[in-house]
């Protein structure tokens, strides 16, 4: 028999034992994660049980009667593991709708996890969704290098990987999250007017509990940070949360021949590199110099999917 309860703190070690399990959960969706941000966001994930175990996990946050899954994350949907079946999706979803439907809840936004996140197969809640009437209402564009297929650099790219390799520039793993940070405000301030969505100790706090996950790299030449990337490794896939370069390292291609050791060596036996989205205002915008960027390195899309489901 399946039942949803509500999630309650008491239960954040079986939730994380089902995203450690899942077909589909990774860092992001961990309660350690998650719940950096609590003050902001009004909880209501829910745990879902057959027989009274838990073979599914719905992040999710409430604000003004809608519910998102979930409104700090790029994307948490219906965690689940390999006990799900097609048809008891179908139900779970049932349930999921007369759970908020009684809460007063006028419909939910859904942020489907894309495929490339995916340890196994895991879009039941697609087909869920498509059956109870949602609609598709907003669609992001994100880069990635699927790295056990053939893919190749721009010439122009390799060429200016080749003349980096031949500088000063050193490449390392790094601990110094501050100047990274302070780059990468820096960059966002300059070019966008705008400033990172994690802040220096949130940045640090989550470092700190996910060491091994979380993983600064850097390009310097000697002690000169020229730029970073911040990896999420999820495992079968690697993120790269954070890109910032300085001046003299655009000039130098200090950005492009870290990039370029890190598809190419550190995480080359993993299946996806993903670069990140390239759209904004809810996915009406391509930022086409952004993406072509991201193509050169062989890149390509991706979607993100958001789906609106009346209740």
Not at 7 to 26: I, L
Not at 126 to 146: E, T
Not at 284 to 293: A, C, I, K, M
Request: charged share 25%; net charge negative; with cysteine.
């Amino acid at each position: 028999m399946l039942s949803l309860k509500p999630y309650a703190p008491a239960d954040a070690a079986a939730w994380d034992d089902v995203v450690a399990c899942s077909r589909n959960g990774n860092l992001l969706h961990r309660r350690g994660y998650m719940d950096y941000h609590a003050d902001r966001f009004i909880d209501c994930s829910l745990i879902v049980e057959r027989d009274g175990q838990a073979i599914a996990v719905l992040p999710a946050s409430i604000k003004d009667g809608v519910v998102t899954s979930h409104g700090g994350l790029t994307y948490a949907g219906l965690i689940t593991t390999q006990a799900m079946r097609a048809e008891w999706a179908l139900e779970v979803f049932e349930l999921i709708g007369e759970h908020y439907r009684l809460r007063g809840v006028e419909r939910l936004l859904y942020k489907a996890i894309p495929h490339v996140f995916h340890n196994y197969p895991a879009e039941e809640d697609l087909y869920a969704l498509h059956r109870l009437g949602a609609r598709l209402k907003r669609r992001d564009v994100s880069s990635v290098i699927a790295l056990r297929e053939p893919f190749r650099f721009s010439e122009g790219r390799r060429r200016g990987v080749n003349k980096a390799k031949k500088s000063a520039i050193s490449l390392h793993a790094s601990n110094d999250l501050a100047a990274f940070h302070a780059l990468l405000s820096d960059m966002l301030l300059s070019r966008h007017d705008a400033t990172p969505t994690h802040s220096l100790p949130e940045l640090c706090l989550l470092r700190e509990r996910y060491p091994t996950q979380i993983v600064l790299h850097e390009a310097r030449d000697s002690d000169t940070l020229l730029a970073g990337v911040l990896v999420y490794d999820f495992g079968r896939t690697v993120h790269t949360q954070y890109l910032a370069t300085s001046e003299q390292g655009r000039d130098s291609n200090a950005l492009n021949v870290l990039l370029a050791e890190l598809i190419e060596n550190t995480y080359a036996d993993r299946h996806y590199f993903s670069l990140g989205i390239s759209t904004e205002r809810e996915g009406q915008w391509l930022n086409s110099g952004l993406v072509t960027q991201k193509e050169h390195f062989g890149a390509r899309a991706v979607v993100h999917d958001f789906y609106e489901w009346g209740l």
